[in-house]
């Protein structure tokens, strides 16, 4: 069958990162292959003596190739079964595979879990795959199968959710839309006790931000007491942990309509009692600019990725230093800052160095007290670095 797998050869000296386990190659590093690969297929990679190095998925873009094994093994159901086991077994290990007050987490981080490309997030009894790649889309029945074997009565549907992740996803005729088990498109997940409604189908991303977990639960460590207001609120989980942590206001802001419906919804499901919330449909810019000092002691800056690629970095780093600078200027003395920055091509550095500019512009004095990441369940592969995606910093503002 390995006759039937097409051969890249890399250029000289190219082989250095493969060497050291990175799962990507550039198209740069390629020398040639034996015939010509089509987008999504699988090639073996030899380096430019002749010795296979790595065997993975073929891509259009610049990655020419994501890495699924350093082996010459085959990429059937069994080979599917065994990482998809082994990535439960971590979730298991850290606690969520079976947490009543936890049920949703990411089972598959794509290069953190050895499956570039791949991304399944788990909602209770519902599983919801994305595809980044035409490789992983192809295998998508495989990854329906190994999903069902791993976790068997405990699912009860898997939603594919791959329109907006795929290059080509219309033609090559990617739905969104049930993979197995039972249509549903939405479920109220728990998340260390408080609820929430998950949308896959019109959320964005797969419907959750379930990588702010742990930084929700120290908002609502900090909030007693306190005027909280949550930019990019989306559907509202910091506001909820606040409200939860006897925050005496919060104050949610979204560019998105749908999103503040959400965001109330979700506080009404965890407070029917009634609670101080008020949730604004604008733009966060806008919202920064125009309000009054002193109204905040808390605040949180979670905005959307401002770089896809190192070419917007410069424009992503302005944007950061604009937002944090207003917060610095007017959240109230003593204050905490909660400030994040999710663009995979901005590092802890860049980014620490850009609030650092807005704290200076404000002349505040300012202290870091905590240093924040992604949770275990969005591991990043020691070898891929570029897994680590979430920075975020908490200030305290005097
Ligand atoms: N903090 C959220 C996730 C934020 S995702 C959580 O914990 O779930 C980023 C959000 O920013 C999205 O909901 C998006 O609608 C919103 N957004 C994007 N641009 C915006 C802008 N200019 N002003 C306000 N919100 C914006």
Redesign the pocket.
């Known amino acids: 069958m390995n006759k039937d797998i097409p051969r890249i050869y890399l250029k000289k000296n190219k082989e250095e990162s493969l060497k050291r386990f990175h799962p990507w190659i550039f198209t740069g590093a390629i020398a040639r292959s034996d015939r010509p690969v089509n987008d999504g297929e699988i090639a073996d990679i030899y380096t430019s003596d002749g010795q296979f190095i790595a065997r993975g998925h073929c891509g259009a873009g610049s990655i020419a190739v994501r890495v699924l094994t350093f082996c010459q093994e085959s990429l059937d159901l069994s080979w599917w079964k065994r990482r998809i086991l082994t990535a439960y077994t971590l979730r298991e290990q850290l606690g969520l595979t079976k947490n009543p007050d936890t049920d949703c987490y990411r089972l598959i981080h794509g290069e953190g879990d050895g499956l570039p490309g791949l991304v399944i997030d788990i909602y209770g009894r519902y599983a919801v795959v994305q595809a980044h790649s035409t490789g992983i889309y192809d295998a998508l029945p495989l990854i329906t199968e190994a999903l069902v074997s791993c976790y068997g009565e405990r699912l009860i549907a898997i939603y594919n959710k791959s329109e907006g992740t795929l290059p080509h996803a219309l033609e090559i005729g990617c739905q969104d839309g049930c993979l197995w088990g039972v249509p549903a498109h939405s479920s109220v997940v728990f998340e260390n006790g408080l609820r929430f409604e998950v949308n896959w189908r019109e959320g964005?991303k797969t419907g959750?931000?379930i990588d702010?977990r742990e930084n929700?639960s120290l908002v609502g460590h900090y909030a007693s007491g306190r005027d909280v207001l949550n930019?990019?609120?989306?559907?509202g989980?910091?506001s909820v942990y606040a409200l939860r942590g006897g925050a005496r206001s919060v104050t949610s802001?979204?560019?998105?309509g749908k999103?503040i419906e959400l965001a109330e919804h979700n506080v009404r499901l965890n407070f029917p009692e009634g609670v101080s919330h008020q949730g604004i449909a604008?733009?966060?810019?806008d919202y920064l600019r125009a309000m009054n000092e002193d109204q905040f002691d808390l605040i949180?800056l979670?905005?959307?990725a401002f770089a896809k690629h190192h070419r917007a970095t410069a424009n992503a780093l302005n944007g950061y230093k604009r937002i944090n600078a207003q917060a610095f200027r007017k959240i109230r003395k003593g204050g905490i800052l909660f400030t994040f920055s999710c663009s995979q091509a901005i590092n802890r550095e860049q980014f620490r160095n850009a609030v650092f500019s807005a704290a200076a512009i404000s002349g505040r004095n300012v202290r870091i007290l905590h240093q924040l990441t992604q949770p275990a369940d969005h591991p990043v592969n020691i070898y891929h670095p570029e897994g680590e995606y979430l920075k975020g910093l908490v200030l305290y503002v005097e």
């Open positions: 964005q959750f931000f702010q929700r930019t990019f609120c989306y559907t989980g910091f802001v979204d560019s998105s999103a604008t733009d966060a810019f949180i979670d905005p959307p």
